[in-house]
């Protein structure tokens, strides 16, 4: 592994060098793919240069400790060994998992759709709240959100709602929040007070990108067009701009009607179904490891009951790792940072435990 990490050290300081030469600056393509390399580099190179650190105080501290100093000193420096080895140790399994082989998916835009399940209006008014809970999450990164498609309930909820998340690491950090989300709470209109459970379905999907090469055969496609409508079935534009677009192979069916040019919805609803395609291919691409190891934080099952949201108890619970925490109100103003560091961490040592197997 240090053998490893000496040639990326190299890499990165010839990386130093080369963004500084004038042919490379000139060169815009050379110049965004090597900063691109130099960026994915750094915090490995960062990281190896602080175990470089403990491991030089550990060697200085043994060599003070040879000249047979005084009791006092001696006592100091043993601290010294102390700190620094518990560093190196610390500092060498970060870099084990920073070596690991990164989600090709990590940096890229998601596709977001949250789905009202059991619960009726109930089920409908939380996906409301998820949505609103993801926005401010987006906001809090510096993030863009753009609005897809909706299906919004007469009284403030949805049916359905896509939308898209852009912004570096989005889907490293959302990635973990699809499956089934539940909810327990006292509903305004329950007179007598009763604890309701509904459920909302999340799905997040990496946007497909030209690498992914996703290639979309027109006769494979049923495109048909209609008049958007708001909350209740009301029609609120007076031309057919809204798409809907039939995948035939598949089955998939994907609509738009957030713009009112019949165009850019049509390219929009194009980049979900191509993110739907994508995520189907890559579902099996991976399911050959999900048969040989069963992760403990899945990232893709819609029928998995992944977290309860309890209003009275305001506590929200992730079964997949078994984490609690009590400030829903926070929580579900977007400050979700700690939970999905749980989610983060754990996984992590999930797969460097499978790696040392």
């Not at 915090?43 to 047979?68: T, Y």
């Not at 835009?109 to 409908?124: F, K, Q, W, Y």
């Not at 939380?126 to 999450?137: D, I, P």
């Not at 403030?156 to 699809?178: D, P």
Request: proline residues 3%; negative net charge.
């Amino acid at each position: 592994m240090f053998e490893k990490l000496e040639g990326i050290e190299n890499r990165f300081e010839e990386l130093n060098m080369r963004l500084t030469e004038p042919e490379v600056v000139n060169d815009q393509n050379l110049y965004m793919r090597l900063m691109k390399e130099h960026s994915e580099l750094s915090d490995i190179v960062e990281k190896f240069r602080e175990w470089k650190g403990f491991k030089k105080a550990l060697e200085d501290a043994r060599a003070m400790l040879d000249e047979k100093p005084d009791p006092e000193l001696m006592e100091m420096i043993q601290q010294e060994m102390e700190d620094a080895s518990s560093g190196m140790e610390r500092t060498e399994r970060e870099l084990k998992i920073l070596l690991m082989p990164k989600d090709p998916n990590d940096d890229k835009d998601v596709i977001v759709e949250i789905r009202a399940g059991a619960g009726g209006e109930e089920a409908a008014l939380f996906a409301a709240v998820l949505m609103r809970m993801y926005t401010h999450y987006a906001e809090s990164k510096g993030w863009t959100v753009n609005l897809l498609d909706s299906n919004p309930t007469e009284i403030g909820g949805f049916k359905e709602v896509v939308f898209e998340v852009e912004g570096k690491g989005a889907y490293s950090r959302l990635k973990f929040e699809s499956g089934v989300h539940r909810v327990q709470r006292v509903p305004a209109t329950e007179s007598s007070g009763r604890i309701h459970t509904s459920t909302v379905t999340v799905a997040v999907l990496p946007e497909a990108d030209e690498l992914d090469e996703i290639e979309i055969n027109p006769n494979d496609i049923e495109v048909d067009t209609y008049r958007a409508s708001g909350a209740g079935g009301q029609h609120v534009n007076k031309t057919s701009s809204a798409i809907r677009i039939t995948h035939l192979p598949t089955g998939i069916v994907v609509t738009c009607q957030d713009q009112r040019s019949q165009h850019k919805n049509r390219e929009k609803a194009m980049r979900v179904l191509k993110a739907k395609l994508n995520d189907i291919e890559r579902q099996k691409q991976s399911s050959e490891v999900a048969e040989n190891r069963k992760a403990q934080v899945g990232t893709g099952d819609r029928s998995e009951r992944i977290r309860t949201y309890n209003y009275p108890q305001r506590r929200v619970t992730d079964h997949r790792i078994g984490y609690t925490l009590y400030r829903i109100d926070e929580f579900l103003n977007g400050d979700i940072d700690e939970i999905l560091d749980a989610l983060i961490t754990s996984d992590q040592a999930e797969k460097l435990s499978a790696s040392e197997e």
